[in-house]
Every structure is written in structure tokens, then in C-alpha cells.
């Protein structure tokens, strides 16, 4: 049994600021089989892969290669071992040729000079051998996504490639696509080559891998052959849990509508139709991908909406800068703080009060007795934890900081918040504030659209929860119907 | 820690400022005195103009290369205007701050609704501004300004205080109160600290970045006009290289290249060490040559000090 391992891991342990994200996990990988790997976002996948190809280095435990331990890869020695990782996006030169970029840090043929005759003829081949329709003289911003991934394996074939990884190698493909990247798959599976095969889609994973791996919150749960697992089973090895307290309870008395899509459609969305009355939280689930930022970016103004009607109190609205959005009474609290919601190398008050900076001023002039009032009041609401108004947003935590983002919406008075991932990189203590702070607002009547990758929470904070899948609406769920399998099925489109 | 260090930064230009007085003073017999500082702020009134503009660009996270070179331009309008059409020298002041708005709004909306980077568009606006300064004079100075038009770049108030030196004071006083007290002021630190999270804030991010183009536009026709009026006469190089010391006084005195950092004060600061360095190296009867040789070793060097103090706080809030 042993012997037909070419790749184990063995009691890996990662650990970021106050998150372990890789807790003891041991997983083998035979040689030529297709190995699944499934869980949930965050169970820690993404971190493992890091591992394999040496863009991280592991706290704890070791990875074994055909025999051989290492405590850690780096990036050139994982891909000399025969490793190659196929990342969601993808890494390659949009401006160059199909032939270079298969071929980029190669030296091809005798000469000291690139050989660009050489290079395209090998190219060839191996797309050839792939039965890809591909010229290797193409430009790769020409090809389609789908040609681009596979112009990616043909990367990996040109170098001795034992263990290919695919980091959800189907999420952009249109089904035709998607059975031509799995004859490939089972044509290297053939050679001899392991495939580590990542994706949410369960019906993919029984059509083409010979096991499944399940991660959980980080940690290893089991492996199992496909054949001996059925659907359900796979979703309760991934869920496995049960919805914690962490939830503060809240009495829901849901109020008027205040906000309402009827037909939206555009930014990659199409026919998206919900309510949210005052004082409810509605949760927006789904994949990556699906279409959840999208669509609230449209309703903040930040996106352009291509037809539809959004209305706001009952009155339509058509919000076509953020700052329309903002004079209506809707806030959003971003998916990427860090790159869309802070000042991060300004202080507190200027992050607080940036929106509503007219209110705090006369003639352009900032009253800023007026605005340390405010803020300073805001920050005892949300409870930041700082010396002074006056500290960089830089130098405070991830849940400080989210805190922060929040104050500046409080201040404007929004009739309708926006949550984007709202406790994504928070720590567990900081999450439950946040919560509290949720539960609040919606106390004040305020109306909350909450966008979660994470089941636990959509389902504890949620009062409804709306689910798309590939940019449509899958459903939308009352609180009787909440189930983690209910959402996965919905979220995957089954 | 990172507090100490972040007020060092700041004073650091005064720092360099009080050296550089202290060495001048003991080594240039002629440098410490009032007449020698009354020149020093005389030939700093320009750039100081200049800067504010500068800085405005800057901290929204853009750069503008055109100043130096709009300054020559306005400056034979105005002084055509009244040579050549004989308009009053209020009113083609006047004609000339409007060229420079002018100009600083075609900056600012081919730049923000092409997004073609600030540094090539500024750059050809610096050709094209000295090729109509050129083109409308044939290429000669224009000489036989009114009278009158002196007073602003060569006169004095109360018999003491240069009226350029006032102009300038004005400008940098108007121009921090902007920055620092007001909400308009407070968006351009807002837009070139993070302009994706300043539009979702509901900031029109557009309209702020533009609005710094115009006024550096309007305040380098104001610089160019004292400029013309001290040299008593419309130079088409007038100005030719100045946005380079305008860009050099921001940067020594702390404000950022990439935005959303910097302050007037340290810009005053900046002025005034690029401005003492000149003026003392130039009374000390040092070249030309060498007095250009100084000023890029000491921009280079300010710059890295202040780059590798930042990857150092970097590094060490990572060890954390």
C-alpha cells in the first residue's frame, strides 16, 4: 500500500494571527489516481495547495515525495520534484505567445538565443498530444478561458509533471469545455499522473475522482474511495457541525419593505428579485463567483445595472455613483477592507467621518469639535479598541479596523447596510461584537443584506437567506427551510 | 514605536533646515544676514506658489510636469496683452490666471476619463504650453511691460515685506487651511490614500482629482505672472524646470509620490532647504554645476532614508 504513494502528507500545521488554518492534517496521494479534495471556503484547501507548491511554509510536520521527506517546498524545488499547481487564476503572460508561455523559464533547443521556430514546433506537440485546438503562435490574451487552463497543463507536461494540482478547474467552463478538460484529466491519470482535483461541484467530483479527501475548519476529516461515499455523506463530512451559539438571539419583527430588486439584471447577474424588510437580515449565499458582490455593487451604484427596477421605500431608485447611494441612505461594508473600505494610512476620525463629511461642515470648513464629537462617540458604539481618534487605521486589528468601516456607515445614518464577508480575517471574539453590533442595527429598524461564504454564520445571523448560483437566482429560504444541505445544493446547482 | 517614528519623519526636513542655516551661517560670511534672507525668500516665492499646487496633485495620487513650463506661457499672454493690446494689467492678469485653469482642467479630464497616467499627459502639456509660449512670440522675450505691472514681483510693502514674498504666504496659508480644515481638502487626502474605498464612500473621486489639476494650473499662472512681472518682461522659458523644484521642496519636505501623504508645513519646510541650499551655495561662489549636482544627491537621499525607515516599519510590523 505504501508503496504506491507518491505524495504524503504528514501532520501539517499552519497557523496565521490567531487563526490555525491547517491543524494537523495527514493526506497520501497514490500515484495516476484523481484525488478529490472538498470542504467548505476556509477549510483550509487553498492553505494545503500553498504548501505543495512552497508558496508557504508549514509550521509543523512534514511532506513526504517518492520516498523523500521535506519540511517545507519552495517554489522552484516543488516544481523540479514534478509538482504543478494550476491556480484559479491564472499565471501567465497575457501579451506573450501560447509557445512562450509554455515554455517560460525554459531553455529550448542548443543555442544561447531563443529559438522561437523550436519553441513553437514543441509547443505544438504537446497541445497536439492534448487534442487541444490551439495554435502555439496565438497570443494568449486571445484565447478563450477555457484554452488558457489548458495551455496551463501543457505547461506542466513540459516538464516531468507527477502530481498536478487543479484548483477548481471548472468554475469558468461551459459544460463542453468541461468534458474536454476531463478526457485530458483522464488521459494524464493514465500516464501515471496524480491529479489533486479541487471543486465545490459534488456531481464533478464522483463523475472523475477515484478518492476524496475532506477538510474542515483546517483539519482532516477523512479519505475515502468515490465509490464508497454518496452525495449526502460527502455534504455532511463537509458541514459536520452543528450551528454553535456564537449567534446572539434576536426577536425579529420584521418591519416595511425598505429595499426591493424586481428583475435585476447586469455586471454577470441576471433576473435578481428580493425583499428586505427593516429590521431583517438577509443573507446572500452562493459560491465564489456567483454573483453576490455584484449584485449589491449595483444597488450601491458602484457597478452599472443593465435593466430593472430597484426600489427603495417604495421608490425607484437609480443610483449611478456610489455617492447617490450614500445621499439615499445605503452603505456598504466591502468584501476587501483593506483595498476598498479603509484609509489605511489615515486616522480613525478621517475614516469615520469620509462620508459624511458634509454634514460636519460649514462652507467646506470642518467643524472638528463637531467631528470629534461624533467620532469619538461612534467609536464608543462600536467599541474600537484605540488610545485616540487620531490612530492610523493601519495600526489596529482586522476586527478594529472592520469596526471602523462600519462607524463611518453609522454615522451616515443608513436606512440600508450592505455586509460584504463581514467577519472574513476577524477573530473569533471580534466576530461576536460585530454580530451584536448586527443585531443592533436591525433593532433600529435598519435593513441588513448580509454576503457570507461562511455557512455557520449565514445561517445563525440570517433571518432569510437568498442563494445564487452561476449569477441566478437559486432560491430564497425561510428560516424553516435553513439547512446546509439545502444551501450547498442550491449554491452548486443541483 | 510607530508613533515616535512617524513625527520623526516629519521633522526631519527641519531638522535638515536648522543644520543647513548653521553651517551656511559660520561657513558664509554673507549668508546670515536680513537682506541675504529677505533675497533667500524673494527667490523662493515662485517655487513656493508652485509647490502648493504640486502638493495638491500629489496627495490626490497625481503628478503634474506641465507647471513649470505653463508658467512661461501665461507669462507672455498676460505681458502680450498688455504690450501688444494694451488691456490693462489687471485684466490680462486676469486672462492669464484663466489660461491656467484652463490648461490644469484639460489636465485633469483627459486624465481621469482616459486614465492614461498623469506623469505622460503632464508631460506633453510641458511640451505643448512652451511650444505655443514659442510659437505665439516667435520666440522673443516681450518686453515694455507697464509700469505699474512691477510692483507685484519687485515691490515692497510697508517698504519691508517683498509683495511676491506676501503673494506666496498667501497662497501657502490658503492653500494648508485647504488642506487641513476643510472637506475638500480632507477628499484629496482621501482619494490618493485609497481611491476605491473613497468612491464606495460616496466621494467623487473624478471631480477631486481634477479639481487638483486646476488648481495647479491656476497657481502656476499665478507664479508665472509674479515671475513675469519681477523679470519685468514675458519670457517664453520663464518657468522652464521649476515643476523639478516644485516636485523636489514636496518630496524633501514629506509629502508622498504615491498619494494620500503629506502636509504643507513639510512642504514650506522643503522649499526652504532646496531655496537656503541654492542661496548658499551660490553666495559661498560655488557653480551652478555644482549647486545641480547638490540638489539631486540630496533629493535622491532624502528619498531613500525615508524608503528604507518605511520597509524597516514595514518588516517589523510583519515580525509582529
Given at each position: 500500500?505504501?508503496?504506491?504513494?507518491?505524495?504524503?502528507?504528514?501532520?501539517?500545521?499552519?497557523?496565521?494571527?490567531?487563526?490555525?488554518?491547517?491543524?494537523?492534517?495527514?493526506?497520501?496521494?497514490?500515484?495516476?489516481?484523481?484525488?478529490?479534495?472538498?470542504?467548505?471556503?476556509?477549510?483550509?484547501?487553498?492553505?494545503?495547495?500553498?504548501?505543495?507548491?512552497?508558496?508557504?511554509?508549514?509550521?509543523?510536520?512534514?511532506?513526504?515525495?517518492?520516498?523523500?521527506?521535506?519540511?517545507?517546498?519552495?517554489?522552484?524545488q516543488?516544481?523540479?520534484?514534478?509538482?504543478?499547481?494550476?491556480?484559479?487564476?491564472?499565471?501567465?503572460?497575457?501579451?506573450?505567445?501560447?509557445?512562450?508561455?509554455?515554455?517560460?523559464?525554459?531553455?529550448?533547443?542548443?543555442?544561447?538565443?531563443?529559438?522561437?521556430?523550436?519553441?513553437?514546433?514543441?509547443?505544438?506537440?504537446?497541445?497536439?498530444?492534448?487534442?487541444?485546438?490551439?495554435?502555439?503562435?496565438?497570443?494568449?490574451?486571445?484565447?478563450?478561458?477555457?484554452?488558457?487552463?489548458?495551455?496551463?497543463?501543457?505547461k506542466?507536461l513540459?516538464?516531468?509533471?507527477?502530481?498536478?494540482?487543479?484548483?477548481?478547474?471548472?468554475?469558468?467552463?461551459?459544460?463542453?469545455?468541461?468534458?474536454?478538460?476531463?478526457?485530458?484529466?483522464?488521459?494524464?491519470?493514465?500516464?501515471?499522473?496524480t491529479?489533486?482535483?479541487?471543486?465545490?461541484?459534488?456531481?464533478?467530483?464522483?463523475?472523475?475522482?477515484?478518492?476524496?479527501?475532506?477538510?474542515?475548519?483546517?483539519?482532516f476529516?477523512k479519505?475515502?474511495?468515490?465509490?464508497?461515499?454518496?452525495?449526502?455523506?460527502?455534504?455532511?463530512l463537509?458541514?459536520?457541525?452543528?450551528?454553535?451559539?456564537?449567534?446572539?438571539?434576536?426577536?425579529?419583527?420584521?418591519?416595511?419593505?425598505?429595499?426591493?430588486?424586481?428583475?435585476?439584471?447586469?455586471?454577470?447577474?441576471?433576473?435578481?428579485?428580493?425583499?428586505?424588510?427593516?429590521?431583517?437580515?438577509?443573507?446572500?449565499?452562493?459560491?465564489?463567483?456567483?454573483?453576490?458582490?455584484?449584485?449589491?455593487?449595483?444597488?450601491?451604484?458602484?457597478?452599472?445595472?443593465?435593466?430593472?427596477?430597484?426600489?427603495?421605500?417604495?421608490?425607484?431608485?437609480?443610483?449611478?455613483?456610489?455617492?447617490?447611494?450614500?445621499?439615499?441612505?445605503?452603505?456598504?461594508?466591502?468584501?476587501?477592507?483593506?483595498?476598498?473600505?479603509?484609509?489605511?494610512?489615515?486616522?480613525?476620525?478621517?475614516?469615520?467621518?469620509?462620508?459624511?463629511?458634509?454634514?460636519?461642515?460649514?462652507?467646506?470648513?470642518?467643524?472638528?469639535?463637531?467631528?470629534?464629537?461624533?467620532?469619538?462617540?461612534?467609536?464608543?458604539?462600536?467599541?474600537?479598541?484605540?488610545?485616540?481618534?487620531?490612530?492610523?487605521?493601519?495600526?489596529?486589528?482586522?476586527?478594529?479596523?472592520?469596526?471602523?468601516?462600519?462607524?463611518?456607515?453609522?454615522?451616515?445614518?443608513?436606512?440600508?447596510?450592505?455586509?460584504?464577508?463581514?467577519?472574513?480575517?476577524?477573530?473569533?471574539?471580534?466576530?461576536?461584537?460585530i454580530?451584536?453590533?448586527?443585531?443592533?442595527?436591525?433593532?433600529?429598524?435598519?435593513?441588513?443584506?448580509?454576503?457570507?461564504?461562511?455557512?455557520?454564520?449565514?445561517?445563525?445571523?440570517?433571518?432569510?437567506?437568498?442563494?445564487?448560483?452561476?449569477?441566478?437566482?437559486?432560491?430564497?429560504?425561510e428560516?424553516?427551510?435553513?439547512?446546509?444541505?439545502?444551501?450547498?445544493?442550491?449554491?452548486?446547482?443541483? | 514605536?510607530?508613533?515616535?517614528?512617524?513625527?520623526?519623519?516629519?521633522?526631519?526636513?527641519?531638522?535638515?533646515?536648522?543644520v543647513?542655516?548653521a553651517?551656511?551661517?559660520?561657513?558664509?560670511?554673507?549668508?546670515?544676514?536680513?537682506?541675504?534672507?529677505?533675497?533667500?525668500?524673494?527667490?523662493?516665492?515662485?517655487?513656493?506658489?508652485?509647490?502648493?499646487?504640486?502638493?495638491?496633485?500629489?496627495?490626490?495620487?497625481?503628478i503634474?510636469?506641465?507647471?513649470?513650463?505653463?508658467?512661461?506661457?501665461?507669462?507672455?499672454?498676460?505681458?502680450?496683452?498688455?504690450?501688444?493690446?494694451?488691456?490693462s494689467?489687471?485684466?490680462?492678469?486676469?486672462?492669464?490666471?484663466?489660461?491656467?485653469?484652463?490648461?490644469?482642467?484639460?489636465?485633469?479630464?483627459?486624465?481621469?476619463?482616459t486614465?492614461?497616467?498623469?506623469?505622460?499627459m503632464?508631460l506633453?502639456?510641458?511640451?505643448?504650453?512652451?511650444?505655443?509660449?514659442?510659437?505665439?512670440?516667435?520666440?522673443y522675450?516681450?518686453?515694455?511691460?507697464?509700469?505699474?505691472?512691477?510692483?507685484?514681483?519687485?515691490?515692497?510693502?510697508?517698504?519691508?515685506?517683498?509683495?511676491?514674498?506676501?503673494?506666496?504666504?498667501?497662497?501657502?496659508?490658503?492653500?494648508?487651511?485647504?488642506?487641513?480644515?476643510?472637506?475638500?481638502?480632507?477628499?484629496?487626502?482621501?482619494?490618493?490614500?485609497?481611491?476605491?474605498?473613497?468612491?464606495?464612500?460616496?466621494?467623487?473621486?473624478?471631480?477631486?482629482?481634477?479639481?487638483?489639476?486646476?488648481?495647479?494650473?491656476?497657481?502656476?499662472?499665478?507664479?508665472?505672472?509674479?515671475?513675469?512681472?519681477?523679470?519685468?518682461?514675458?519670457?517664453?522659458?520663464?518657468?522652464?524646470?521649476?515643476?523639478?523644484?516644485?516636485?523636489?521642496?514636496?518630496?524633501?519636505?514629506?509629502?508622498?509620490?504615491?498619494?494620500?501623504?503629506?502636509?504643507?508645513?513639510?512642504?514650506?519646510?522643503?522649499?526652504?532647504?532646496?531655496?537656503?541650499?541654492?542661496?548658499?551655495?551660490?553666495?559661498?561662489?560655488?557653480?551652478?554645476?555644482?549647486?545641480?549636482?547638490?540638489?539631486?544627491?540630496?533629493?535622491?537621499?532624502?528619498?531613500?532614508?525615508?524608503?528604507?525607515?518605511?520597509?524597516?516599519?514595514?518588516?517589523?510590523?510583519?515580525?509582529?
Open positions: 500500500m505504501e508503496e504506491q504513494n507518491i505524495l504524503e502528507l504528514k501532520h501539517i500545521s499552519k497557523q496565521y494571527t490567531g487563526v490555525k488554518a491547517l491543524d494537523d492534517v495527514s493526506i497520501s496521494f497514490r500515484r495516476g489516481e484523481v484525488h478529490a479534495l472538498m470542504g467548505e471556503n476556509g477549510a483550509g484547501k487553498s492553505t494545503l495547495i500553498k504548501t505543495l507548491s512552497g508558496a508557504i511554509r508549514p509550521d509543523e510536520g512534514e511532506i513526504v515525495f517518492e520516498g523523500v521527506s521535506h519540511a517545507h517546498m519552495d517554489p522552484h516543488s516544481m523540479e520534484l514534478g509538482i504543478h499547481v494550476i491556480y484559479q487564476e491564472f499565471n501567465m503572460m497575457p501579451e506573450l505567445s501560447v509557445a512562450e508561455n509554455i515554455f517560460m523559464g525554459q531553455r529550448i533547443g542548443s543555442g544561447k538565443l531563443f529559438n522561437k521556430a523550436i519553441t513553437e514546433e514543441r509547443a505544438q506537440k504537446i497541445l497536439d498530444s492534448m487534442h487541444a485546438k490551439i495554435n502555439a503562435k496565438e497570443t494568449v490574451k486571445n484565447l478563450s478561458v477555457a484554452n488558457m487552463q489548458l495551455v496551463e497543463i501543457a506542466a513540459t516538464r516531468d509533471v507527477k502530481v498536478l494540482v487543479m484548483d477548481e478547474p471548472t468554475a469558468p467552463l461551459t459544460d463542453a469545455e468541461v468534458e474536454t478538460l476531463f478526457e485530458i484529466v483522464d488521459m494524464l491519470k493514465k500516464k501515471g499522473v491529479i489533486i482535483y479541487i471543486s465545490h461541484r459534488i456531481a464533478e467530483v464522483f463523475q472523475i475522482s477515484d478518492r476524496v479527501s475532506v477538510l474542515r475548519d483546517g483539519k476529516i479519505t475515502v474511495p468515490t465509490s464508497q461515499v454518496d452525495r449526502d455523506e460527502l455534504i455532511r463537509m458541514v459536520g457541525r452543528e450551528v454553535s451559539d456564537t449567534y446572539p438571539k434576536r426577536d425579529f419583527t420584521p418591519g416595511d419593505v425598505v429595499l426591493e430588486l424586481q428583475d435585476v439584471s447586469g455586471n454577470g447577474v441576471e433576473h435578481i428579485s428580493f425583499a428586505v424588510r427593516s429590521g431583517e437580515i438577509l443573507g446572500l449565499s452562493g459560491l465564489v463567483g456567483a454573483g453576490r458582490t455584484e449584485t449589491m455593487r449595483m444597488v450601491f451604484g458602484a457597478d452599472p445595472m443593465d435593466s430593472g427596477i430597484i426600489l427603495l421605500n417604495g421608490q425607484s431608485i437609480h443610483p449611478t455613483h456610489p455617492s447617490d447611494a450614500v445621499k439615499l441612505g445605503i452603505g456598504l461594508i466591502p468584501e476587501d477592507r483593506k483595498q476598498q473600505g479603509l484609509l489605511l494610512n489615515l486616522p480613525i476620525f478621517t475614516n469615520i467621518s469620509m462620508a459624511t463629511m458634509g454634514d460636519i461642515s460649514h462652507f467646506t470648513v470642518l467643524n472638528s469639535r463637531k467631528e470629534k464629537e461624533k467620532v469619538n462617540h461612534l467609536v464608543d458604539t462600536v467599541t474600537v479598541k484605540t488610545p485616540s481618534i487620531a490612530q492610523l487605521v493601519r495600526n489596529l486589528s482586522g476586527g478594529n479596523q472592520q469596526k471602523v468601516v462600519l462607524a463611518k456607515w453609522l454615522a451616515a445614518n443608513c436606512k440600508v447596510l450592505i455586509f460584504d464577508e463581514p467577519t472574513r480575517g476577524i477573530d473569533v471574539g471580534a466576530r461576536h461584537e454580530y451584536k453590533l448586527m443585531n443592533e442595527l436591525c433593532r433600529q429598524g435598519i435593513a441588513i443584506v448580509m454576503i457570507s461564504s461562511d455557512m455557520e454564520e449565514i445561517l445563525g445571523m440570517s433571518d432569510r437567506i437568498l442563494v445564487l448560483c452561476e449569477g441566478r437566482q437559486a432560491g430564497i429560504l428560516r424553516e427551510e435553513f439547512s446546509q444541505e439545502t444551501i450547498l445544493s442550491l449554491a452548486s446547482g443541483q | 514605536m510607530q508613533k515616535k517614528k512617524l513625527n520623526l519623519k516629519e521633522y526631519a526636513v527641519w531638522i535638515m533646515l536648522v543647513l542655516i553651517v551656511f551661517s559660520l561657513a558664509v560670511p554673507n549668508f546670515a544676514t536680513t537682506g541675504n534672507m529677505v533675497t533667500i525668500l524673494r527667490q523662493v516665492a515662485n517655487i513656493g506658489i508652485l509647490s502648493v499646487g504640486m502638493t495638491f496633485v500629489l496627495i490626490s495620487g497625481g503634474d510636469l506641465s507647471i513649470g513650463n505653463q508658467m512661461g506661457l501665461v507669462g507672455v499672454i498676460s505681458a502680450m496683452l498688455m504690450v501688444q493690446f494694451g488691456m494689467p489687471i485684466l490680462a492678469c486676469l486672462v492669464g490666471l484663466v489660461v491656467g485653469v484652463i490648461i490644469g482642467l484639460i489636465n485633469g479630464l483627459l486624465i481621469t476619463y486614465q492614461m497616467p498623469p506623469l505622460i503632464t506633453g502639456m510641458s511640451y505643448a504650453a512652451r511650444g505655443l509660449a514659442y510659437i505665439i512670440t516667435g520666440g522675450p516681450v518686453y515694455g511691460l507697464p509700469e505699474s505691472m512691477k510692483w507685484l514681483g519687485q515691490g515692497y510693502l510697508f517698504a519691508v515685506v517683498p509683495v511676491c514674498v506676501l503673494v506666496m504666504v498667501i497662497v501657502i496659508a490658503l492653500g494648508a487651511f485647504i488642506m487641513n480644515k476643510t472637506y475638500i481638502g480632507r477628499q484629496f487626502y482621501a482619494v490618493g490614500s485609497n481611491e476605491e474605498a473613497a468612491r464606495l464612500s460616496g466621494l467623487r473621486v473624478q471631480r477631486v482629482r481634477v479639481l487638483g489639476y486646476v488648481i495647479a494650473g491656476f497657481l502656476a499662472a499665478l507664479s508665472g505672472i509674479v515671475l513675469m512681472s519681477r523679470v519685468n518682461s514675458g519670457q517664453p522659458m520663464n518657468g522652464n524646470g521649476m515643476e523639478m523644484d516644485a516636485l523636489i521642496a514636496c518630496v524633501v519636505g514629506g509629502v508622498s509620490v504615491t498619494g494620500g501623504e503629506g502636509k504643507a508645513t513639510g512642504m514650506i519646510g522643503g522649499m526652504l532647504v532646496m531655496g537656503i541650499l541654492a542661496n548658499g551655495m551660490a553666495v559661498a561662489g560655488m557653480s551652478e554645476y555644482l549647486q545641480m549636482l547638490v540638489k539631486g544627491a540630496v533629493l535622491v537621499a532624502v528619498v531613500a532614508i525615508d524608503c528604507v525607515s518605511r520597509h524597516q516599519s514595514l518588516k517589523s510590523l510583519l515580525k509582529k
